[in-house]
């Protein structure tokens, strides 16, 4: 990448596929960044960037890519793949360009002491994964099997006259529990009658392509 093409990218500011980091931070943080974006659709980490998009580069470009790597080998399950790349930016400075791409292998996880968290990429904000995410990122094989019944029923016609649910909403709708009110639009999502969309709020589900037919 050259220096013109990086000034490019960081003029677009923070978002869904690019972080600024003037240096690579604690090491439960960068892998938390990392892991996000492989388990959305990618993105790219710019160290020596400042969060409002001065660029200061980093001293030591080996020390902080070790660094990078140590992370994500410590507290990242299982570890992401990236790509790293030195742009000159002065005479003693570099920025580093990280490119993590969506991962064929997710859902990925920060581990840190006995817990394990996944995180997703959303807006300009690396957040904790809701279950029906961590679940839909699972592969499974084979055609997908339902029944539609009342709840699913009901589920439809709110979609029909709002556009989107949440997984609360559809547990109140349909009287039922929440964990019930999961697996089924996790198993309507996988059968491409629901849309899955990442929220900052609370995750949300639309109709699929299935429904468009």
């Given at each position: 990448m050259t220096l013109?093409?990086?000034s490019h990218r960081i003029e677009l500011g923070e978002g869904t596929f690019l972080e600024f980091k003037n240096r690579v931070p604690a090491p439960e943080r960068i892998a938390k960044e990392v892991v996000a974006f492989a388990n959305t659709r990618g993105g790219t980490l710019l160290l020596g960037v400042e969060d409002d998009g001065t660029v200061i580069g980093v001293k030591d470009a080996a020390e902080e890519e070790f660094a990078l790597e140590q992370a994500l080998r410590r507290h990242a399950r299982p570890v992401p793949a990236i790509e790293a790349e030195r742009v000159r930016v002065s005479r003693k400075r570099d920025v580093i360009v990280v490119t993590v791409r969506e991962s064929d292998r997710k859902p990925h996880y920060v581990v840190v002491k006995r817990s394990r968290t996944a995180y997703v990429r959303v807006d300009d904000k690396s957040l904790e994964a809701s279950g029906e995410a961590i679940g839909l990122m699972?592969?499974?094989?084979?055609?997908?099997?339902?029944?539609?019944?009342?709840?699913e029923r009901l589920l439809l016609k709110y979609l029909d006259l709002y556009g989107r649910i949440s997984v609360t909403q559809f547990?109140?709708?349909?009287?039922?529990?929440?964990?019930?009110a999961s697996r089924t639009l996790v198993l309507l999502t996988r059968a491409d009658v629901l849309a899955h969309h990442l929220d900052v709020n609370e995750d949300y589900f639309t109709h699929g392509k299935a429904m468009a037919l």
């Open positions: 013109q093409n990086l699972r592969k499974k094989t084979g055609d997908v099997l339902f029944e539609i019944r009342e709840k547990a109140r709708l349909a009287g039922i529990s929440r964990r019930t």
